[in-house]
């Protein structure tokens, strides 16, 4: 029988069945499901409360948060429709306030203190939390939600245009935070998140600060919206990195290490290393000689690094900051008085790194004296690999008669001992 003939068995079930088999799926497969199907899609489709007050929209989260009934959805009215909550299998939910539009926009803090208490266990069945467009009216409730969820795994927070600061403090099950697009957001503040491993941010620069967070392996903190209006802090830029100092992977953009160095920051000097870190990766919105030699200068507080990923990222709407070199030149690196070649006979030697992708780069002088500097610096590198297609390596020029002619030679700018040998990424090298 074709795959087109045959019957939809599962679709002709009665409402209660496949509900109790959308149940125990999770809330993105439900999604997934109910796209394939009208039956299914049905029974996504919410159920409407009317609530008489914003201590009431307290009452009836914290209701679903105790409840094991699986998949269920709302919308919450007060007034008018503001709320969609979505309760998903194996503690999942969502709360998106998009639907309420607030004019003027105004600034409120997102407060999180979980005490424990023997009196009082918790009967939240909440690990996976999703906040969306929170907004002034429920900021305080949503706080006091999040307060009472000390089982909370995962927190996810986007899309809130007034939230101006987020302090949590004493969350023991937190192992996962991602906090995106808001866009006026000036500290994120964690304090003994013992057991904390991820942290993703995505926006403009925002302050961040971390006390008794042991255990952080990742960090992802992608700037690409800028300094989003506000001037640049040299402090608060060091501060932040030393307090991401002992994780093994980070995530940063080219901006925010090129600032440092135009400030006047000698890397090679700070009392802090990343003396763990084993995987970087750095998101450029443009490649420039500046931007090079900076980066060559930060890699000298990175000792361990195993993997670098260089993406440029100009069509996907990264900020392009530019900053003025200090009038104070004797502090800055030396790549600002010194040419190329005395600053890659200076740059650190990575003796651990063995990988480097890069990706978005269309090998121009700035972008292949790049590559050049990145082959000295790995005295171990094994590979190699440009936009996931090709694998370079250095050629002296005494064997260039011996490669092949399907390979692609550039001659390397500042050198003359050898050229790039630019390759399918089948061959091994």
């Given at each position: 029988?074709?795959?087109?003939?045959?019957?939809?068995?599962?679709?002709?079930?009665?409402?209660?069945?496949?509900?109790?088999?959308?149940?125990?799926?999770?809330?993105?497969?439900?999604?997934?499901?109910?796209?394939?199907?009208?039956?299914?899609?049905?029974?996504?489709?919410?159920?409407?409360?009317?609530?008489?007050?914003?201590?009431?929209?307290?009452?009836?989260?914290?209701?679903?948060?105790?409840?094991?009934?699986?998949?269920?959805?709302?919308?919450?009215?007060?007034?008018?429709?503001?709320?969609?909550?979505?309760?998903?299998?194996?503690?999942?939910?969502?709360?998106?306030?998009?639907?309420?539009?607030?004019?003027?926009?105004?600034?409120?803090?997102?407060?999180?203190?979980?005490?424990?208490?023997?009196?009082?266990?918790?009967?939240?069945?909440?690990?996976?939390?999703?906040?969306?467009?929170?907004?002034?009216?429920?900021?305080?409730?949503?706080?006091?939600?999040?307060?009472?969820?000390?089982?909370?795994?995962?927190?996810?927070?986007?899309?809130?245009?007034?939230?101006?600061?987020?302090?949590?403090?004493?969350?023991?099950?937190?192992?996962?935070?991602?906090?995106?697009?808001?866009?006026?957001?000036?500290?994120?503040?964690?304090?003994?998140?013992?057991?904390?491993?991820?942290?993703?941010?995505?926006?403009?620069?925002?302050?961040?600060?971390?006390?008794?967070?042991?255990?952080?392996?990742?960090?992802?903190?992608?700037?690409?919206?800028?300094?989003?209006?506000?001037?640049?802090?040299?402090?608060?830029?060091?501060?932040?990195?030393?307090?991401?100092?002992?994780?093994?992977?980070?995530?940063?953009?080219?901006?925010?290490?090129?600032?440092?160095?135009?400030?006047?920051?000698?890397?090679?000097?700070?009392?802090?290393?990343?003396?763990?870190?084993?995987?970087?990766?750095?998101?450029?919105?443009?490649?420039?000689?500046?931007?090079?030699?900076?980066?060559?200068?930060?890699?000298?507080?990175?000792?361990?690094?195993?993997?670098?990923?260089?993406?440029?990222?100009?069509d996907e709407g990264l900020s392009c900051v530019e900053f003025p070199w200090s009038q104070h030149q004797s502090w800055h690196e030396p790549h600002l008085w010194k040419d190329y070649a005395t600053v890659k006979d200076e740059a650190c030697r990575l003796k651990d790194m063995k990988k480097v992708k890069m990706k978005g780069f269309s090998m121009e002088r700035d972008e292949l004296l790049w590559v050049d500097l990145l082959l000295?610096?790995?005295?171990?590198?094994?590979?190699?690999?440009?936009?996931?297609?090709?694998?370079?390596?250095?050629?002296?020029?005494?064997?260039?008669?011996?490669?092949?002619?399907?390979?692609?030679?550039?001659?390397?700018?500042?050198?003359?001992?050898?050229?790039?040998?630019?390759?399918?990424?089948?061959?091994?090298?």
């Amino acid at each position: 029988m074709l795959m087109a003939e045959k019957a939809d068995l599962i679709s002709r079930l009665p409402n209660e069945i496949l509900h109790h088999i959308m149940s125990r799926v999770s809330l993105k497969q439900a999604v997934q499901i109910s796209t394939l199907s009208t039956s299914w899609r049905s029974l996504m489709s919410p159920s409407r409360l009317s609530l008489s007050s914003k201590q009431e929209l307290k009452q009836i989260i914290q209701s679903l948060s105790e409840s094991a009934a699986g998949f269920q959805t709302f919308t919450l009215h007060l007034n008018a429709s503001f709320a969609v909550c979505t309760l998903g299998v194996n503690g999942e939910l969502h709360l998106d306030f998009s639907q309420h539009k607030q004019h003027p926009l105004s600034l409120f803090d997102l407060i999180v203190k979980q005490t424990s208490s023997l009196s009082r266990p918790t009967l939240s069945l909440i690990k996976t939390l999703h906040l969306r467009s929170i907004s002034c009216l429920v900021g305080e409730a949503v706080s006091d939600l999040c307060s009472s969820w000390s089982s909370i795994e995962s927190l996810k927070i986007e899309k809130c245009s007034g939230l101006q600061s987020i302090e949590i403090e004493s969350s023991e099950c937190l192992k996962n935070l991602e906090i995106s697009d808001c866009p006026n957001i000036a500290r994120i503040v964690l304090v003994s998140a013992h057991n904390l491993n991820s942290l993703s941010y995505k926006g403009a620069f925002t302050l961040v600060q971390l006390l008794n967070v042991p255990n952080l392996v990742r960090a992802a903190l992608d700037f690409r919206d800028g300094l989003g209006g506000n001037e640049f802090n040299c402090e608060d830029s060091l501060s932040l990195l030393s307090c991401v100092k002992d994780i093994e992977s980070l995530q940063l953009n080219s901006w925010l290490i090129e600032a440092l160095c135009c400030a006047g920051v000698i890397f090679s000097k700070l009392d802090f290393q990343f003396s763990r870190l084993k995987d970087l990766k750095v998101m450029c919105s443009q490649i420039s000689g500046k931007t090079r030699d900076s980066f060559s200068c930060f890699l000298h507080i990175t000792p361990a690094l195993e993997e670098l990923q260089l993406i440029r990222m100009e069509d996907e709407g990264l900020s392009c900051v530019e900053f003025p070199w200090s009038q104070h030149q004797s502090w800055h690196e030396p790549h600002l008085w010194k040419d190329y070649a005395t600053v890659k006979d200076e740059a650190c030697r990575l003796k651990d790194m063995k990988k480097v992708k890069m990706k978005g780069f269309s090998m121009e002088r700035d972008e292949l004296l790049w590559v050049d500097l990145l082959l000295h610096n790995g005295i171990n590198l094994r590979e190699m690999i440009v936009d996931d297609l090709w694998r370079v390596a250095r050629v002296p020029y005494t064997q260039l008669n011996c490669i092949k002619p399907q390979y692609l030679i550039i001659p390397c700018p500042h050198s003359h001992s050898y050229s790039l040998l630019i390759a399918d990424s089948t061959p091994k090298f």
